[in-house]
């Protein structure tokens, strides 16, 4: 069993709509949780970081993160075309190594 | 302020050569991390450094890889004898003291012909 699963996408939304990523990690001891944006032929990009349960907004992201469930998940509001990117979502404990998803590849249409 | 930065952009190599990769971290940050990522695949954890010292170098591949900060701010990779598996894009990422939040540069692209 992989470490950190994401959805295998690709994910393809229309210009507007709400686009949700998930991601499940099995490390209980994981602490602190990371969606990275990363667009082709560049580098991760950090957008959200999230450390308790509950919700947690900036802008148009929104992580929620369920550690009973061990789940994490970001939702983009208004999706637009410049949000089309792969999402990487990664967990650490405390101040080491992160683990990342394979990512979710997300499009949206104009 | 700058970000992370890394040198070279890009590297070709022949099979068998060595090859160093510098990263020079946010100006203040104690805590360096190399990655490596193969295409279609997330970054997978090589090396970390708090200061000068290596934290945790249990995702080094092999004895070819090898990681160095002396001075506690720029860390160079080195690889030896490279292999065609070794090509990837090399990320180094650094994070403030007691932050998680790590913050990636451009990364160096590595072929290996």
């Known amino acids: 069993q992989k470490e950190v699963e994401q959805n295998s996408g690709p994910l393809s939304v229309p210009e507007g709509a709400i686009a949700s990523l998930n991601c499940t990690y099995s490390?209980?001891?994981?602490?602190?949780f990371f969606w990275y944006r990363q667009y082709s032929g560049k580098s991760p990009e950090l957008i959200m970081s999230?450390?308790?349960?509950g919700d947690k907004e900036d802008g148009r992201f929104t992580a929620q993160l369920n550690k009973a469930s061990q789940y994490v998940s970001l939702l983009i509001r208004d999706s637009q075309p410049s949000d089309s990117a792969t999402y990487l979502c990664?967990?650490?404990?405390?101040?080491?190594?992160?683990?990342f998803g394979e990512g979710t590849q997300l499009t949206v249409n104009p | 302020g700058a970000g992370v930065s890394q040198t070279p952009s890009n590297k070709v190599t022949e099979k068998g050569k060595y090859v160093e990769l510098r990263c020079d971290p946010i100006?203040?940050?104690?805590?360096l991390y190399w990655y490596r990522q193969s295409l279609g695949q997330g970054p997978e954890f090589l090396i970390y450094?708090?200061?000068?010292?290596?934290?945790?170098d249990s995702g080094l591949p092999n004895d070819r890889f090898f990681a160095v900060r002396p001075e506690g701010s720029v860390s160079t990779l080195k690889i030896q004898r490279t292999e065609r598996g070794d090509s990837a894009v090399y990320l180094c990422?650094?994070?403030?003291?007691?932050?998680?939040?790590?913050?990636f540069g451009p990364g160096t692209r590595l072929t290996v012909t």
């Open positions: 450094f708090q200061g000068t010292g290596a934290a945790d």
């Open positions: 990664a967990v650490t404990e405390r101040g080491s190594r992160l683990t």
């Open positions: 490390d209980r001891v994981s602490q602190s």
């Open positions: 990422a650094s994070s403030y003291g007691t932050s998680y939040e790590q913050y």
């Open positions: 100006s203040g940050h104690t805590a």
């Open positions: 999230i450390y308790s349960n």
